[in-house]
Nanobody, 124 residues
């Protein structure tokens, strides 16, 4: 059974940084495309960034381009989301997801496994 465990969330002031981590187990991590999604209160879950298992492509939502960076360490079965220049509108629960496809995509349906989420709050 694939398990994804996120960590690194917290409270930060606007303009600050956080690094989220997602540790995977129960799968051959290097063959999964990984992604980060987020869900703000009262809103739908939305894509943030994704990275293919081939490392041939990444995807970033327009709202985070230039501020967030997704990366992965296959030796540690971990995917990261470095978040810089945080804004209050980045406040949300951030979820890690894993999918068997080879393309880094924003489509929720492309991901088979989900973590429980880690909360990020950005104060103004």
């Amino acid at each position: 059974q694939v398990q994804l465990v996120e960590s690194g969330g917290g409270l930060v002031q606007a303009g600050g940084s956080l690094r989220l981590s997602c540790a995977a187990s129960g799968c051959t991590f290097s063959t999964y495309t990984m992604a980060w999604f987020r869900q703000a209160p009262g809103k739908d879950r939305e894509s943030v960034a994704a990275i293919s298992w081939t490392l041939l492509n990444t995807y970033y939502e327009d709202s985070v381009k230039g501020r967030f960076t997704i990366s992965r360490d296959n030796a540690k079965n971990t995917v990261y989301l470095q978040m810089n220049s945080l804004k209050p509108e980045d406040t949300a629960v951030y979820y890690c997801a894993a999918g068997r496809g080879s393309i880094a995509t924003r489509q929720l349906s492309s991901y088979d496994y989900w973590g429980q989420g880690t909360e990020v709050t950005v104060s103004s």
